[in-house]
Nanobody
Framework: QVQLVESGGGLVQAGGSLRLSCTASGRPISTFTISWFRQAPGKEREFVGGLSWSGGNTAYADSVKGRVTISRDNAKNTVSLQMNSLKPEDTAVYYC????????????????WGQGTQVTVSS
């Protein structure tokens, strides 16, 4: 059984930065592709970005490209989402999810999900 736990959310002003973490238990996080999704109130869940299990490939949504970076720390069994130049429209609950193949944008293709962490960006 794999468990994913997100942390690092909070309230930040527009233009600020946050670093979210997704920590895995049950298996080495390097076994999985880890992707980040977000869901704002009244909106559908949205793919933010993903890091392949090999660590060699990343993919980002156009809405965040250039402002976010996904990285992995195998020693901490953690994948991080560094978000810079935050905008009010980035406000959402952010989730990490895992699968055993390349990152895809379809959430239903993922096997395990964390409980989510709230990110609120004030204008």
């Amino acid at each position: 059984q794999v468990q994913l736990v997100e942390s690092g959310g909070g309230l930040v002003q527009a233009g600020g930065s946050l670093r979210l973490s997704c920590t895995a238990s049950g298996r080495p996080i390097s076994t999985f592709t880890i992707s980040w999704f977000r869901q704002a109130p009244g909106k559908e869940r949205e793919f933010v970005g993903g890091l392949s299990w090999s660590g060699g490939n990343t993919a980002y949504a156009d809405s965040v490209k250039g402002r976010v970076t996904i990285s992995r720390d195998n020693a901490k069994n953690t994948v991080s989402l560094q978000m810079n130049s935050l905008k009010p429209e980035d406000t959402a609950v952010y989730y990490c999810a895992s699968r055993y193949h390349m990152a895809v944008v379809a959430g239903h293709e993922y096997d395990y999900w964390g409980q989510g962490t709230q990110v609120t960006v004030s204008s």
